[in-house]
């Protein structure tokens, strides 16, 4: 089984490629642009499993890609394909060459804060490279299960009464990245009953772990801490709002969920995926602030705040977890510290 993911040197997309690779009978593909940060496959590169089979400058055509497959790709590593979401030819290319069975859609502007100062690039991003690879799929005339990583954004303004948020919930996004979100999933169901893509959408909520970029507010916090230990910043940590309240879960569940949707999941559905309990973002800092022998000063900065916020967000995951039988099963504790230990090994 060939499977590929777009946006595989993001967090999720690193280890959703690692938890592929130890599965019997799956070659892992992965697109990466050009100026792709690719720390995130630090692990996979010391164990000799990443191979960048073709980039723009050896491969012209999808035939010059798909002989270079045949002839020796990794089943076992991690095969790096070069490929813009946002450039249409070049997903026609590597759709075309790979021919997956399953496709992992990832890649994204992921970063909610960014998406207000950047919110035509938000947009474009999200969904028009969505469109790309849709029909990049068509044009391939293969027919491959697709995943499409939604997001709890998409619900936005939820109402006290609505708690926990079911997958029947109006969705009131309140940010640039939010509504792309929302516009992805719209495509992902025009495209099912159009043209029959099979399209499986998940609406997840906060995931978190080693690899977290720093501009979220769990691996922001957690990077301050380590540069105070390392005496690289004053025992100060600035914080945005502190009372919004968040459904986190690790990382590596998650791409185990992703997997079972693919395993288990209808065609056409949305599921919610989540851990189901709601903490402070102020419950989170003092776990973390736990963690640390420093003596650290918290400090509240208004830059900091969004123009509108979520307020709270946890999710009913009852439709996934009856189809699937997923749980999580990372405490969110050793999730903090390892996402802790991992800034500490970085700073």
Do not use: C
Not at 126 to 154: F, K, T, W, Y
Not at 162 to 178: A, F, I
Not at 195 to 220: A, D, M, Q, W
Not at 308 to 318: C, E
């Amino acid at each position: 089984m060939r499977v590929l993911i777009t946006g595989v040197t993001g967090m999720a997309g690193s280890h959703l490629a690692e938890y592929l690779l130890n599965i019997e009978g799956v070659e892992v593909y992965g697109t990466y642009r050009w100026r792709s940060r690719m720390e995130n496959l630090d692990e996979l590169k010391k164990a000799g499993r990443v191979s960048i089979i073709g980039d723009s400058s050896t491969i012209a055509s999808a035939t010059a890609l798909e002989s270079m497959l045949s002839d020796g790709t990794e089943p076992a590593s991690l095969n790096l394909i070069e490929g813009d979401i946002t450039d249409a030819f070049s997903m026609k290319r590597v759709i075309a060459a790979v021919k997956p069975d399953r496709i992992f859609h990832l890649a994204a502007q992921s970063y909610v804060p960014g998406s207000w100062s950047a919110p035509a690039e938000t947009l474009h991003r999200n969904i028009i490279g969505q469109v790309n690879l849709m029909e990049a799929v068509r044009e391939a005339g293969i027919d491959p299960l697709i995943h499409i990583a939604g997001s709890s954004e998409e619900y936005g303004h939820v109402l006290p009464e609505e708690l926990p948020v079911k997958e029947t919930n109006p969705l009131r996004p309140l940010s640039p990245y939010g509504v792309s979100k929302v516009a992805q999933e719209m495509l992902a169901y025009q495209y099912f009953r159009s043209y029959g893509l099979k399209t499986i959408v998940t609406r997840g909520f906060n995931h978190e772990g080693p690899r977290r970029g720093e501009v979220f507010v769990t691996s922001n916090m957690a990077k301050q801490i380590a540069e105070i230990e390392k005496g690289l910043k004053p025992p100060i940590i600035y914080a945005g709002d502190l009372s919004s309240k968040r459904d986190w879960s690790d990382v590596r569940d998650f791409v185990r969920a992703y997997w079972l949707v693919m395993e288990k999941g209808v065609p056409g559905e949305v599921y919610n995926i989540g851990s189901g309990v709601a903490r402070e973002v102020r419950e989170m800092l003092d776990m973390l602030l736990g963690m640390t022998d420093a003596n650290i000063e918290v400090r509240v900065d208004p830059t900091r705040f969004r123009p509108s916020d979520v307020k709270a967000l946890v999710a009913d995951v009852t439709k996934f977890r009856e189809l699937t039988g997923w749980q999580p099963q990372i405490p969110f504790e050793k999730t903090l510290r390892d996402l802790l230990n991992y800034w500490r090994g970085r700073v």
